[in-house]
């Protein structure tokens, strides 16, 4: 039987198959494949969110942080730390035994402009910007070493035409800057795992250019031991067939793999695709927000059976696989809702508003039990 057919076959039988099977959380189902992460975000890691605890002590044995440890919060002026969340995100994970992630340490976007600029007006040198992200990660790194067990080292390098993103840190820093960004990251923490994370890259002309991407970072000498995949999808982009053949290339090159970012957006997104690009923006329109009052019973289905087949397929790979996190706790709290449509209802997670669990919960349980 062809592959695609077979993991079909899988999820649909997941999702006919479900009512008795939720005994324990996803985490319990998973303990012999990958550990199973949520990110959270400011309001989750300080305790203010009941509803969000509960889920994450049921169904997830590791945290990412949503925002809190990206540049602009960590370090949002020169050499002013702020460690008042990140602080309180890692307590939480030792509390509570999680594989506990941080993100993000090189990053296009939410990083502060003066990190770009020179002391002399105008852009950074080279050595100016390699100084100050080698302070920013014996800094943030060495603070946490051995406490967080992963790092989301580079995050967004391969742009969506393909070509190495022309981001400030590739056109001041060369990828020389990325080799030391994980060479640097090693050295303030030999045990962490060391990531290269991106969206997209199941798209054969973006995954193309990732998977040179990383053969040059080890060529040149970077102690790069993972790849995340974000897996930020919609119902239909992209065929998860490429979700297969993606996780094979990579684990060819002898890296470990991480899915970092899983959502899967069941509303209308005209003309995008499965991009993750933070920087697009479309109008607001009623008719491109159709679930305000709930999401009805066939989508609620089809959002079931993909999140199983995106599971089946990580099972298919657990050799290579060390994790599969989802970008946020409850539907509340998904950045779908302001993106790439501000003010809409959106239902990417697996859990509602409520807080209940979604049929996709117990496909996900289901296929891991077949
Ligand atoms: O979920 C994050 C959202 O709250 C922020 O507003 C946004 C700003 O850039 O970043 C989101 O997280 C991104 C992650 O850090 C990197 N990959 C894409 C994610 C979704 O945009």
Known sequence: ?????????????????TPAMAVGGLKDAYKDAFVIG????????????????????KHFNSISPENDLKWENIQPGPERYNFTVPDAYVALGEKNHFYTVGHVLVWHSQTP?????????GPATKEELLARLKDHIFTVVGRYKGKIKSWDVVNEVVGDDGKMRQSPWYKIGGEELFVKAFQWAHEADPAAEL???????????????ALAFVKRMKAAGAPITQVGIQGHYTLDVPDLKL?????????????????????????PRPNLGATADVAVHLAED????PYVHGLPEAVQQKLAERYATVFAICLKHKDV???????????????HNGWPIPNRTAHSLLFDRAGNAKPA??????????
């Open 321 to 335: 696989i060390t994790r599969v996190t989802l970008w946020g706790v409850t539907d509340a709290d998904t950045w």
């Open 113 to 121: 402009s003066w990190v770009f600029e020179g002391k002399n007006g």
């Open 361 to 370: 919960v117990d496909a996900i349980i289901a296929v891991a039990q077949h």
């Open 38 to 57: 949520a990110a959270l975000n400011s309001g989750e890691i300080m305790g203010n969110n009941k509803l969000a605890d509960a889920i994450v002590a």
């Open 243 to 267: 979700l297969d053949d993606t996780i094979s290339d990579f684990a060819k090159l002898g890296v470990k793999i991480a899915i970092t970012e899983l959502d899967i957006d069941v509303l």
């Open 1 to 17: 039987m062809k592959l695609k057919t077979m993991l079909i076959g899988l999820a649909a039988a997941a999702v006919i198959s």
């Open 286 to 289: 009623p008719k491109l927000n």
């Open 195 to 209: 990531t290269y994370n991106d969206y997209n890259i199941e798209n054969p002309n973006k995954r193309a250019e």
